[in-house]
């Protein structure tokens, strides 16, 4: 089937970078958008970021300036660089993809398992 992968995540000051990276791999025809998202603790799950498959992104208003997403269409993989964290960045980073998986079939959403940021000093 099909697994994404997430790492990257960890614990960082306030101020400091991360980078995340997602891996698709599997039975995998093609994928359309992918992006991240995050939840933290007793909060809804909110979108962080996403990009089609032709480049375009768009941001949460809260990481804008902040945050780049990025993808490798021949690697099946997307990026999340964060840079100057926040405390309030601190959540759990889920990857998401829609993926077509066999032609004739509709796009699927797929999440990976999650990884944890945390900003804290």
């Known amino acids: 089937q099909v697994q994404l992968v997430e790492s990257g995540g960890g614990l960082v000051q306030p101020g400091g970078s991360l980078r995340l990276s997602c891996a698709a791999s599997?039975?995998?025809?093609?994928?359309?958008?992918m992006g991240w998202y995050r939840q933290a603790p007793g909060k809804q799950r909110e979108l962080v970021a996403t990009?089609?498959?032709?480049?375009?992104?768009n941001y949460a208003d809260s990481v804008k300036g902040r945050f780049t997403i990025s993808r490798d269409n021949a690697k099946n993989t997307v990026y999340l660089q964060m840079n100057s964290l926040k405390p309030e960045d601190t959540a759990v980073y889920y990857c998401?993809?829609?993926?077509?998986?066999?032609?004739?079939?509709?796009?699927?959403?797929?999440w990976g398992q999650g990884t944890q940021v945390t900003v804290s000093s």
């Open positions: 998401n993809a829609q993926i077509k998986r066999r032609f004739g079939t509709p796009f699927t959403n797929y």
């Open positions: 990009i089609t498959s032709g480049g375009i992104t």
């Open positions: 599997g039975s995998i025809v093609s994928i359309n958008a």
